[in-house]
């Protein structure tokens, strides 16, 4: 199986910046896409940013704020989160497409998630 483990969430002071980490681990034969969703209290989950390949896509609300990227050497993607808002408070999970060498397939995986929260 994948496992995806999340780091770098926190308390931050609104304007300040965090930088998450997701670190994919396991049998994994291959992964293609990774992305950062989150969820708020009371609010669905959302797409934050993704990554794919040479392609990146951002939720309208973090563009030119938030940086997706990738280390495909370390199995490792990275959220660099500035100016943020009190609105980006929320849990942060770490989502990958991966196939894993017992599955057979490809199939989503998610991290347990790393709270942010963006003081007022």
């Known amino acids: 199986q994948v496992q995806l483990v999340e780091s770098g969430g926190g308390l931050v002071q609104a304007g300040g910046s965090l930088r998450l980490s997701c670190v994919a681990s396991?049998?994994?034969?291959?992964?293609?896409?990774m992305g950062w969703y989150r969820q708020a209290p009371g609010k669905q989950r959302e797409l934050v940013a993704r990554i794919s390949g040479g392609s990146t896509n951002y939720a309208d609300s973090v563009k030119g704020r938030f940086t997706i990227s990738r280390d495909n050497a370390k199995n490792t993607v990275y959220l660099q989160m500035n100016s943020l808002k009190p609105e980006d408070s929320a849990v942060y999970y770490c989502?990958?497409?991966?196939?894993?060498?017992?599955?057979?397939?490809?199939?989503?995986?998610w991290g347990q998630g790393t709270q942010v929260t963006v003081a007022s």
């Open positions: 396991g049998r994994i034969f291959g992964i293609g896409a």
């Open positions: 989502n990958a497409d991966a196939v894993a060498l017992f599955s057979g397939s490809s199939r989503d995986y």
